[in-house]
């Protein structure tokens, strides 16, 4: 579903009416409204989208001074990159004098930012270094022109943006995750894969789908054959319960079970969600893989396997499976009101080398069939979702209870 016809009846007051309506019918999926309506989607960039902290790359694609990468969220361009002191720094990709997008190349290696259009030259850091003849207008002073910025925190070699420049600080919240993570090095890791997935579907609908595992026995058979979550705790207490008692021991990692849980409205602050957790894997089953055999070398202080897998989240979009051997992160970005980039990165230690010690096609292998599997169903979801016929129905009381969580959260925000 690419195009829904605007309806010239929606405003602002009419979606807090149905936000007042929808909060009124906890445990019941969102009305067709919330993924059809413009209004909703503007609002939701406003006040969710640009006010919250994404992931938006990993150190390594920075490394040398003048390294930069962009990042798309919206219809808005963002620039991240290393400054000449070696710091991370980003910006708006807006020229200060009329607009113009200044750098066009997704990423590269610059001195300077130079805007096609009049030609004002903008370091890296984004402060205004030239404007061509501007010393004409009496009282021009560059320093008034600078980039604007975006809000940044590095997090284990992960960089985060905000572009609420009020935002506060991310870094305090994962820190709450120092401890499980502390084994995988992250800030050490290397890409091995990454991908991005064009999903037609609005970013509700992508990340709820992400946030429930009721669908995974019908919808993703390789992934649930190995991972305990697709069915209920009752079932897969003594799997987990095992895996728990043998984890540092087989690690090597103390603590590498712990559990954090500070999420949507338990967050520590407003988009600054912070959540692990480690479930097991059934029996024989090492990591996420086509047989769940290895596809690399241990990561960071891993010693061995213990059949288990951690699951991350950082931020409201951004998500993290993380296997002895590999991790795969997960972030959600909308590009529209019914297009949503899904973008996946599978990280490896950081001295593995491909070819000698990984496949990067063995790697991505499960999450990405089980992407294509997501994908295939969203689209699905979209169609029918977006139909004026649509009664939504009730929520699943545990397998669907974080998406309730996200939907309750997600209308106090629209509210604000
Ligand atoms: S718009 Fe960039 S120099 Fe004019
Ligand atoms: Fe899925």
Redesign the pocket.
Known sequence: MKVIATDVNDNVARMKEMVAEQQKKSGVAADPYFYRSHVTYEQELSNIIFKSWLYAGHISQVPNNGDYFLMDIGEDSIIVSRDQNGEIQSQHNI??????R?CEEPSGNRKTFV??????VYNTDGSLKA?RHMDALEGFDCSDYNLKKVKVNVYKGMIFINCDINAEEFLPSLQKLDIPFSGYHMENAKIAQKKTYKVDANWKLVLENYLECYHCATSHRQYAKMHTLKDLACNTDSLNQAMHERSAEATGIDGVANEVWAIYDDAPHFGGCVYTSRYALYDGFKTGSQDGQPVAPLMGDFKGYDGGVGDYQMGPLTFMLNYPDHCVLYRFVPRGLTETDMEIIWFVNGDAEEGADYNPEKVSWLWHHTTLEDEFIIMRNSAGVNSRFFEPGPYHPEFEEISMQFVAWYLDALAR
């Open positions: 020229c200060r004098h009329r607009g113009a200044v805007c096609p259009y009049h030609g004002w404007a």
